[in-house]
C-alpha cells in the first residue's frame, strides 16, 4: 500500500496536542512499541513502515524520507504506528488492590513515561493524574514509557475526584516530601496512595489537605536540593515491594 | 557591559561539543544553577542576564532578543554563565571510601545528570564514566544536574583503567543486570563501585569480565522489559544507602 500526502500530514500533525484531540488518534514509533502496539487495548488506526516485509497485508509502504517527514524522533525508526486513543483510560476500576501513584500536575512528558515504566515493573497498574499533568498520549511520553502505557492503566481527573475516589476505596494516601517520616522507617499498607508533587510546584492544596499529614521523605546525605520526579518515584516504589517481597 | 556579537556567536556555538573542545568552555543557565557556579571550583569565562541587577560589576546585560540567540533552552533563563571545564575531572582521588558508580556507556545526556543528582542525594561523590559515555559538558547534561556537577566528581577514562583503579582501592565490582542476586536481599559492603550498562548494550564485555559474576538484579513483579538507566541507578544507590543507616 502506499501512503497518501495526506496520510503523512495527518500523521505529522498528530505531534500537537490540538490534532490528537481533534482526531483522538496519537502514534507509536520503534519496532517494538509498534509490535506491542498491535496486540494491545488500542485500536490501529494506520500502520507505516520502511521495511516492505512488515505486516504487508495492513501496512503501508513509506520511503525512508516520507518516515523523516512523519517521525517526531530525531532518528527515525523504520516503524510507526496511529492508534485510537483509548476511552478505557477513562474508566474508573470496580476494585482496586494494589498500591496506586498520584501524580499532582506532572508537567515533564518524559518524567510521566518513565513513571509508567517504572510502576508496571513493580506491578503497579493504576496510575491517577489530575488534570494538568503533561497529556499522556505527548510523543515523548508515548516512548518513555517503553511500551508500559499499553498495560498501566492511566486515569486523569481533578484532584478532588481522585482523592474522593481512592478515600472511598480505602486508600491511606501519603506524600512524597522534603519532609516526613523516613522511607525506610515507614511501614506501607496494602491499600497505599503515593502522591508525587509536580517539578517546580510540589504537592498543591488540595492534596496537602487531603493528606493528613501523612508524608515519607527519602533519607539524604549529601547536598543536592531535590530529586528528580520519576527518580523519586521509583525510589519509593522499589522500597515499597521490598517491604512486600520481606512482609 | 554590552556583549559583543562575536560573544553571542561564541556562546551559541558551545552547545556544539566540538567548540566545547575547541574552547574548553561549558554553559550553565537559569537563576539557581549560575548562583552556584559562581562559587564553585570552576572559574568564570563570562556571565549574561537579561536582569540588570544581577552582580552588574561582572554581567554582561542583554536584551531578551539577545539570550534567546545563546540559549540552548526552549525557555531560556534570564541568566546564563559560561564556564572553563575543571580539569579537576581529569584528576583521581588519591583516598575513596565512599560507594562509587561507574557508567559503562552511557548516551543519553539526560540519565547522566540525572544520575549524578541522585548520586549527590545518597552522599556518593565520585562517578566513573567510561569514554565512551556522553559527555558531561552537554548542555542536556549540566541541566539535568541540577547543580550537582558543581559537587559530584566525574573521571572519564578507558574501562580497564576505571577497573585497575577501583580494584588496587580495594573495590567490589557489581554489575546491574536483569539476572544476579536480588537488590533487597545483597548485603552491600563500605567499598561498593554499582556498574550501569548503557541504554542499548547493557554491560560490556570488558567490565563483565572485570565483574567476576557479581551481579545484582532489582526484583520484578510486572511485565516492564527493563527499566530506565537513571532510575535503576536511583533505585539501588537508595537500597545501598538505607542499609548504610540500618547497620
Known amino acids: 500500500m502506499v501512503p497518501l500526502k495526506k496520510d503523512i500530514k495527518l500523521v505529522r500533525s498528530l505531534q500537537q496536542k490540538k490534532f490528537r484531540n481533534e482526531h483522538q488518534l496519537f502514534v507509536v514509533e520503534g519496532r517494538k512499541m509498534v509490535d506491542e502496539a498491535l496486540t494491545s487495548r ?9 521495511d516492505s ?65 517504572t510502576a508496571e515493573w513493580f506491578g503497579i497498574n493504576h496510575v491517577f493524574c489530575t488534570e494538568d499533568c503533561v497529556e499522556l498520549y505527548n510523543p515523548k511520553t508515548v516512548q518513555s514509557t517503553m511500551g508500559s502505557l499499553f498495560r498501566v492503566h492511566v486515569h486523569y481527573a481533578a484532584a478532588e475526584t481522585i482523592i474522593r475516589y481512592l478515600q472511598e476505596n480505602n486508600y491511606k494516601l501519603n506524600g512524597a516530601d522534603m519532609k516526613g517520616t523516613s522511607l525506610y522507617e515507614y511501614r506501607f499498607t496494602n491499600k497505599e496512595a503515593i502522591v508525587i508533587g509536580s517539578e517546580s510546584h510540589g504537592i498543591r492544596d488540595t492534596m496537602r489537605q487531603a493528606l493528613d499529614d501523612n508524608y515519607i521523605t527519602i533519607p539524604r546525605h549529601g547536598h543536592a536540593e531535590s530529586l528528580n520526579a520519576s527518580v523519586a518515584t521509583s525510589i519509593i516504589l522499589s522500597e515499597l515491594y521490598r517491604q512486600k517481597l520481606h512482609q
Chains 1, 2 share one sequence.
Not at 488500542?42 to 520502511?50: A, G, N, Q, V
Not at 513509506?62 to 517521525?71: D, F, G, L, Q
Open 42 to 50: 488500542f485500536k490501529l488506526h494506520s500502520l507505516y513502515s520502511t
Open 53 to 117: 516485509a512488515y505486516h504487508p497485508d495492513k501496512c503501508h509502504h513509506v520511503t525512508k524520507k516520507e518516515m523523516e517527514m512523519m517521525s517526531s524522533l530525531s532518528t527515525p525508526s523504520p516503524y510507526l504506528a496511529v492508534l485510537h486513543k483509548s476511552p478505557e483510560t477513562e474508566q474508573w476500576p470496580k476494585t482496586l488492590d494494589t498500591a496506586v501513584v498520584i501524580m499532582d500536575g506532572i508537567a515533564d512528558p518524559g518524567n510521566l513515561g518513565t513513571i509508567l515504566r
